[in-house]
Every structure is written in structure tokens, then in C-alpha cells.
């Protein structure tokens, strides 16, 4: 999956339908008055930002959207009904801009609302054009046209969640873990050379989207490994994951001062993003001797950390603990919400 995911669309707004130029026919009223309605305005299109719609993959198919033309006006003072609005569902986060590339809208928030084009206005009945001197007005007005335009949809996929680990620490795989997504996994560093995402279902309705980025080692500020010009994907997350590897391969491998490195790089990067909540996940339980040999390894980098914040013991490949985590991340960020934040899907 791209980080910028984008569509082109046409919308074409509804025309005002006509005003008519009627007159009233009725038993023993010799010479009844205009009667002519107007016309009914044109539908207009609206954007909505729609938190359960996660890309713009539909607009890039169903490219034209039309509103309907309003009724025209009629006689026996009937004005024409107004056309259907035509409502378009796009993910929270979409970026809605003109032909020229100017920013029109900013879907940021779930519910959000914004006029696309806007229906003509109805044509006047010649009702409207009575006077003292002139009392059989033949004059009506046209309908005006619906707004047309061309748009740009672009998505920058927000991730609520990112990961953030060294190389072989096992990111992607904790990503394969918990949603559909399929990035490359081995074992070797710097598998994963682009950002992806995935989205973690939850129940219905209920999802975040997880972002797995390159791994980070000490220096990356200076250029080191693939440098941390990734992080920019996590500026927009609620939460990041710090993921450890309890069981590295290498015998001179310190995971508490590999953690502690990897917290400075992003500090170096962003001390916004250093001062995140962030967890600590730590991988590979499946490789210690048994439970207690794993506790007993988390306490130590815990204690070497002196970390007081969250952390969880999973094991990726096999998936263990990790639909819990993910219970306790979507609670975390779903609280976030009832504070007003904003969600990615
Ligand atoms: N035994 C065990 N191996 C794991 C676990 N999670 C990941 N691995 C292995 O660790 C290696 C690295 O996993 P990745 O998921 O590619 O690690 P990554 O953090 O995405 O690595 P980069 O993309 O290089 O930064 C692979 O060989 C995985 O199979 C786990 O829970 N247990
Ligand atoms: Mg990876």
C-alpha cells in the first residue's frame, strides 16, 4: 500500500430547473393571474469524511458524479422540486484540491462536510414578476447551471500507530501478525526498505492502521543504515510501538541500550515525536528458554530502562499476545478520540 494514495474526479452539481410562465385557468375567473412556479434548485455534491472507508481505490472507477437537475417550476403556483444532493464518502485524512492543485478542503475530521459544487439555483416563476403595470407578466427566468469541476483526491494515509525497532527486530512480521497486510520478512537487516501499512480489525467498525517503517539503528541521524528521513510517516501517529528483540543473535547484543539508542535517534529526529506515548513490545518470546527465562529478560531491560510506561511480550511469529495488544492499542486511541484527536480510518 502507498502512502499517498490519490483519485481524479469529475462532480457535476445539478442544474436549477426553469421558472414557468403560466397562468391561472379556473371556472369564473375570466382573467386568472400568473400562476408559473419556479424551478426547483439543482442538486448539489457533497464530500463527507467517512472514518470506515480507509482508501480512494472506489473514485478511481467510478470517476463522474452527477447530482440530479431540479424539477421545472409549474403552473397553478408549483414549484419544481429540488434535485437529490449527491453525498461522496472519502476517508478521513483526504486532501481535496482544484485542477490548479489549490487545497479546497482538508477532510480531517470523521463527519465532516464540505461543498464540492453547488446546484443551480432555480429559474423564477413569472409570479414573481406581477406589478401594477403589468398584471399577465410573461417573463420567467432559466434555471442557472450546477457547478462542474474537475478535483484531485489525495489521500496521505495516516497511520494511528507506528513501529519503530532495529533492523530484524521483527516489525513486518508483527504487522503479517495482526492485519491482512504482506510485507517481506526475513532475516536479514533492512528487509523492509519502504513504509507500509496494514489495518488492524478489531470488530466491525472498529480498526487502526499500523505503520511499518525500515529499521532504525544508532547514528540514523547522520545518515546511518537507511537514515531516519522515515520517521516523518510517524508524525502524524498516536502511538508508537518500540519493538526489542529479547533474544538477539548476536553475542554482544544489549537490547536496553539498543532501546536507549533508538529513543535518541528519535529524539534527534523530532523531539515531538520522542515525547509520543510509546510502548515497548518485546519480540521473540518464543525464543527464550521458557516463560520464566523471557520474564526474566524483559525485567532485566526494564530495570536496566528503568521504563514505567507499558510494555507487552509477544511473539510475532506465532502470533501469541498480540490480538491482545492489539485489544489494548485500539482502547488507547479510541480514548484518544473522546478527547477530540483524530482518527486515521
Ligand atoms: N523466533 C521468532 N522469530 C521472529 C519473530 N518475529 C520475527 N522473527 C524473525 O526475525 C526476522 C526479522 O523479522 P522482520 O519482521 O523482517 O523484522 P523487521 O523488524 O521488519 O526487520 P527490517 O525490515 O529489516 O527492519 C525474520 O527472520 C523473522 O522470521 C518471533 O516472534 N519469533
Ligand atoms: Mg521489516
Request: proline share 4%; with cysteine; net charge positive.
Amino acid at each position: 500500500m502507498k502512502f499517498i494514495d490519490e483519485a481524479k474526479i469529475q462532480v457535476h452539481a445539478g442544474k436549477g430547473g426553469d421558472g414557468s410562465a403560466a397562468f391561472r385557468r379556473e371556472k369564473f375567473v375570466p382573467r386568472g393571474g400568473p400562476s408559473g412556479g419556479d424551478g426547483g434548485r439543482g442538486g448539489s455534491i457533497w464530500a463527507i469524511a467517512d472514518r470506515n472507508i480507509n482508501t480512494l481505490i472506489d473514485y478511481r472507477f467510478a470517476r463522474i458524479h452527477r447530482a440530479e437537475d431540479g424539477d421545472i417550476g409549474r403552473g397553478a403556483d408549483k414549484y419544481g422540486r429540488g434535485g437529490e444532493d449527491v453525498e461522496l464518502r472519502m476517508p478521513v485524512g483526504t486532501l481535496v484540491k482544484d485542477e490548479d492543485g489549490a487545497l479546497l478542503a482538508d477532510l480531517a475530521r470523521d463527519g465532516q462536510h464540505t461543498l464540492l459544487a453547488k446546484g443551480g439555483v432555480g429559474g423564477l416563476g413569472n409570479l414573481h414578476f406581477k406589478s401594477s403595470i403589468n398584471r399577465a407578466p410573461r417573463q420567467f427566468t432559466r434555471g442557472e447551471p450546477g457547478e462542474s469541476r474537475e478535483l484531485a483526491l489525495e489521500l496521505r494515509v495516516l497511520a494511528d500507530v507506528g513501529l519503530l525497532g532495529l533492523p530484524n527486530a521483527g516489525k513486518s512480521t508483527f504487522i503479517r501478525a495482526v492485519s491482512s497486510a504482506r510485507p517481506k520478512v526475513a532475516d536479514y537487516p533492512f528487509t523492509t526498505l519502504n513504509p507500509s501499512l496494514g489495518v488492524v480489525r478489531i470488530a466491525h467498525n472498529e480498526s487502526f492502521v499500523v505503520a511499518d517503517i525500515p529499521g532504525l539503528i544508532e547514528g540514523a541521524a547522520e545518515g546511518a543504515g537507511l537514515g531516519h528521513q522515515f520517521l516523518r510517516h510517524l508524525s502524524r501517529t498516536r502511538l508508537l510501538l518500540h519493538l526489542v528483540d529479547i533474544a538477539p543473535l548476536e553475542d554482544d547484543a544489549d537490547p536496553s541500550k539498543d532501546a536507549r539508542a533508538l529513543a535518541n535517534e528519535l529524539k534527534k529526529y523530532d523531539a515531538a515525536l520522542f515525547k509520543k506515548p510509546r510502548w515497548l513490545v518485546f519480540n521473540k518470546a518464543d525464543l527464550a528458554a521458557d516463560a520464566a527465562d523471557a520474564d526474566a529478560r524483559v525485567q532485566r531491560i526494564l530495570r536496566a530502562l528503568r521504563w514505567k510506561k507499558p510494555w507487552f511480550l509477544i511473539s510475532a511469529i506465532n502470533g501469541k499476545g498480540c490480538k491482545q495488544l492489539s485489544g489494548q492499542i485500539y482502547e488507547f486511541i479510541s480514548k484518544i478520540d473522546k478527547k477530540g484527536g483524530r482518527r486515521a480510518v
